[in-house]
């Protein structure tokens, strides 16, 4: 009796209100809602890996930004196909959901205001001649670059040599054609990594389009033209390496603008990281360090990764 007395009756109980009720899911209404969170996860998958190469620390990095973001503009197209990255599945557009593609479309609208119609020409200059002096790139076969674009970056490249980079007395050297991009649809499947070049490539390399041979107009003279007549490196050369072995011997003048240009990261959040390393390590308790101290120990941290392997 006295315990019946303390249990609170149904109708003694605090009512919920209906805001805090979740309402029911249905199997389809779940369905759709997972099917639309994984084909936006890989629809901007694309634009996460672009933004982890550009903001990272393996340089050069100026250099992939038009690639990078014209390839991306590519996937976005409306009759892309939709890689999926974490088993490779490719999704094409008749089975894309409506609301990706609308997302998309608006997505692919913004990026073409931004990189084409409202790009800043000196902004868009410097990433052209970027562009033409990685060694991998500078047929400029892929994606959104047509004959317009690619002449005007050789004229940016080759009005920048003669104005500031060529020596005074060269002779001509008879144009001839650039090979096409080598290496780029044969990439190796295990190396599929946020952040790496290569898984970047492979995760779009379904929109790439075939490789064309562009023509070097007669404009392009001495070095430029040397260059821009090689061959195309493959995608996994390594550009400073190249220019620090090969490029060095080969165009000498050429590759001093390269370093100019090439060592002018894309974006600053790498600056900003080494700032803060900075913060940390000269803090509250190693004040009295010296600046070669402080120094050392910034180039310790920084390449620690590269020392594991020294003993």
């Not at 868009?124 to 002449?151: H, N, Q, S």
């Not at 649809?185 to 779009?204: I, P, R």
Request: hydrophobic share 40%; net charge neutral.
């Amino acid at each position: 009796m006295v315990a019946a007395l303390h249990q609170p009756s149904r109708a003694s109980l605090p009512v919920r209100h209906d805001a805090t009720v979740r309402p029911r899911i249905s199997p389809g209404n779940l369905v759709r809602q997972l099917q639309v969170y994984n084909q936006g996860s890989a629809q901007l998958y694309g634009l996460s890996h672009a933004s982890k190469i550009l903001e990272g620390s393996s340089y050069p990095t100026s250099n992939l930004v038009l690639y990078l973001m014209y390839t991306n503009m590519g996937a976005m197209q409306p009759e892309a196909s939709l890689r999926q990255h974490w088993d490779g599945q490719l999704i094409l557009p008749e089975n894309i959901h409506p609301a990706i593609l609308e997302a998309r479309a608006s997505l692919l609208d913004d990026m073409d205001f931004r990189w084409k119609s409202a790009i800043d020409p000196e902004r868009e200059r410097f990433y052209l001649i970027c562009t033409l002096l990685d060694p991998r790139l500078k047929a400029m076969t892929f994606w959104g670059v047509d004959d317009v674009l690619r002449d005007r970056a050789l004229v940016c490249l080759t009005t920048e040599y003669d104005a500031n980079w060529a020596p005074p007395s060269v002779p001509d050297v008879v144009p001839q054609q650039a090979a096409p991009i080598a290496g780029l649809h044969e990439l190796a499947s295990n190396n599929y990594d946020v952040g790496s070049f290569s898984g970047f490539m492979q995760h779009l390399q379904h929109i790439q389009p075939a490789s064309v041979v562009p023509e070097v107009g007669a404009l392009i003279a001495h070095e430029v033209a040397a260059y821009m007549a090689g061959a195309v490196e493959p995608m996994t050369t390594d550009v400073l390496h190249w220019w620090a072995k090969v490029g060095r011997t080969k165009f000498p003048n050429l590759a001093k603008l390269a370093r100019q240009y090439l060592g002018c990261p894309a974006s600053s959040a790498s600056a900003e990281r080494v700032f803060s390393l900075a913060g940390r390590v000269f803090g509250d308790h190693n004040q009295n360090l010296t600046p070669l101290n402080l120094e050392e120990r910034m180039w310790a941290k920084c390449n620690r990764g590269k020392l594991d392997g020294i003993k």
